[in-house]
């Protein structure tokens, strides 16, 4: 039984920056691919970012160059580091864990992310 607990969300101005964490326990975390997914209202769940296993990182182009997704094996924990934040970055942050063929996945429960002056 995997849990992961997003924390890390607030209220940021334009052009702030705000670093997301999503803790996982309960699984071999050094299997897992680790996505960050967000969802906007009246909009549907996109991904935003993924880290494979092995350390590949793909991103969405809208926060390409503008966020970076990492992880700490030792921590059991993923990072999204979010910088240049623009309006357009609002919305429910939720993190991602898969695995295996067919795939097995948990989610997190979100954390709210608001870019607003």
């Known amino acids: 039984q995997v849990q992961l607990v997003e924390s890390g969300g607030g209220l940021v101005q334009p052009g702030g920056s705000l670093r997301l964490s999503c803790a996982a326990s309960?699984?071999?975390?050094?299997?897992?691919?680790m996505d960050w997914y967000r969802q906007a209202p009246g909009k549907q769940r996109e991904l935003v970012a993924g880290?494979?296993?092995?350390?590949?990182?793909n991103y969405a182009t809208s926060v390409k160059g503008r966020f970076t997704i990492s992880r700490d094996n030792a921590k059991n924990t993923v990072y999204l580091q979010m910088s240049s934040l623009k309006p357009e970055d609002t919305a429910v942050y939720y993190c991602?864990?898969?695995?295996?063929?067919?795939?097995?996945?948990?989610w997190g429960q979100g954390t709210q992310v608001t870019v607003s002056s």
């Open positions: 880290i494979t296993n092995g350390g590949t990182t």
């Open positions: 309960g699984g071999d975390f050094h299997i897992m691919t």
């Open positions: 991602n864990a898969r695995w295996g063929w067919p795939s097995i996945n948990y």
